[in-house]
């Protein structure tokens, strides 16, 4: 049996397992195994994972795509630039466990993404700053687009605060992406605090939360007319990414 698996907490928003469990007999295939793996410390992952012989691949999700960095032996180069990953490809040589790191957020983000975008399109605002947002904004510069975090804390030249958004911003802003947890289930009447009212049918949001379907700040954008869609096909395209690291040759 070949084990694969998501690391992260909490898991219950998760759908990964879900949909490897449904790929695996949809597809007839045999002998593997996808979990969750709820840590609230990840310290002891090597350990873990030599402890674990038949496991083969992990995803990575809040809050460990950025803290794993240190306890991998190789990132792809594509990991190595966004700073952040989201799937470990698991080798064993000669006894020894290496484990590499990469980023499929990156490609899903960037395939889900591409077919709904407009020429106007020219600046984004990136909603929160954890490992998510990283793969967001590597995608998003090397489309083109201007792009600027928000946060609650740490305003610089790159970065605002969500009281420093203003009406004029919104306006010249084309496309809104949510990183961050807010409104992800079980919290779903929270969205994230930004203007609202000064959207229209020029702007496109993105919410890299699938569950719920819709949250709240996916509702706020369709009721002025916005471009809305959430992380769910994100979720598939990187997954199916991951499943081919994870089955190719070293």
């Known amino acids: ?3 694969y698996g998501l690391i992260g907490f909490p898991l219950s928003h998760s759908f990964s397992e879900k949909y490897f469990a449904e790929k695996f007999a949809r597809e007839g295939i045999m002998g593997c195994s996808y979990g969750n793996f709820p840590m609230e410390h990840i310290g ?21 795509k950025e803290k794993v960095l240190d306890l991998l032996d190789e990132l792809d180069n594509v990991a190595a630039e966004i700073r952040a990953v989201n799937t470990i490809k698991v080798l064993r040589q000669g006894g020894k466990v290496i484990l590499k790191g990469f980023n499929t957020d990156a490609f899903g983000f960037r395939a889900s993404l591409i077919p709904l975008l407009k020429p106007s399109h020219t600046r984004a605002l990136i909603l929160g700053t954890g490992g998510a947002s990283k793969a967001v904004k590597y995608v998003l510069k090397n489309l083109g687009i201007d792009t600027t975090y928000v946060s609650r804390t740490g305003v610089d030249e790159n970065r605002l605060s969500y009281k420093q958004l203003t009406g004029e911003i919104i306006s010249k802003t084309g496309v809104i992406v949510n990183t ?3 409104g992800m289930y079980p919290h779903i009447v929270e969205c994230p605090e ?12 993105y919410d890299l939360i699938y569950n719920p379907v819709e949250t709240r700040f996916l509702t706020n954008g369709r009721i002025k007319g916005a471009t809305i869609t959430n992380g769910l096909q994100m979720l598939h395209l990187q997954a199916e ?10």
């Open 1 to 3: 049996m070949k084990y």
């Open 44 to 64: 002891k992952l090597r350990e873990w994972i030599t402890t674990n012989p038949e496991l083969e691949g992990l995803n990575v999700t809040i809050p460990f």
């Open 180 to 182: 961050s947890p807010v």
């Open 194 to 205: 930004i203007p609202y009212e000064f959207l229209t049918d020029a702007h496109l949001l």
């Open 241 to 250: 990414k991951s499943w081919e690291i994870w089955n190719s040759l070293p």
